[in-house]
């Protein structure tokens, strides 16, 4: 009986101990640093706009992430496929749970007008590669209609007359200040654009 009894409870402390052995080989051997890294991308699109002949749009960054298991190294390299795009850091290692902010910078010199599209590829041996879209829209500047604009030699005039008298004729000179070759319109033409009320 009591030989009975002893097997019966051996058998479940045998079980435990298997679940116990599972569960550390899934978290990658207890702490043996042998475990398996992961790539993590805070972002998936990143956009960029700039003018055709004008400054550098302002960088941006994402941050990669070693999400893996506990003890994993992630030893990671980056690549693009644009010669427009530089990024930095290329390349670097991260413990598990470390992340690390990755820049982009963009040059739009020589670049024409239109939308540019590139791709940053994040690799790691044995791991799948984690990919990230660059959009740049470059755009014409195009400079706004120029417009004629009313100058007056003075804002006020100021008029005196005796009782039983007109005063003396005064004048102000009216000119275009706006830009060049424009005109100012007639006083038939605002009067043909006037809304009527």
Do not use: Y
């Not at 599972?22 to 991308?41: F, H, K, R, T, Y």
């Not at 041996?125 to 829209?137: F, I, N, R």
């Not at 039983?164 to 424009?182: H, I, S």
Request: proline share 6%; hydrophobic share 40%.
């Amino acid at each position: 009986m009591k030989m009975a009894k002893g097997r019966g409870v051996s058998r479940p402390l045998m079980a435990l101990m298997f679940i116990m052995v599972l569960l550390l080989s899934a978290c990658g051997g207890g702490g043996g640093g042998d475990g398996v890294p992961a790539i993590q991308l805070s972002a998936s699109t990143l956009t960029f706009a700039a003018k055709e002949g004008g400054a550098n749009p302002p960088t941006q960054a994402f941050t990669l992430k070693n999400t893996g298991a506990i003890g994993s190294t992630l030893s990671w390299s980056i690549s693009d496929d644009a010669d427009w795009l530089s990024v930095s850091p290329a390349s670097g290692s991260l413990a598990q749970g470390a992340s690390e902010t990755i820049t982009l910078t963009v040059d739009v010199t020589g670049l024409s007008s239109g939308s540019q599209t590139a791709k940053i590829d994040v690799t790691a041996a044995g791991l799948t590669t984690k990919s990230l879209t660059v959009e740049l829209t470059v755009s014409q500047d195009i400079p706004p209609t120029p417009l004629p604009a009313i100058g007056l030699s003075t804002s006020t005039l100021t008029f005196t007359a005796n009782e039983g008298g007109n005063p003396l004729a005064q004048t102000f000179t009216l000119t275009n200040t706006g830009a060049t070759g424009t005109t100012l319109p007639t006083r038939e033409e605002i009067l043909w654009h006037r809304p009527l009320l």
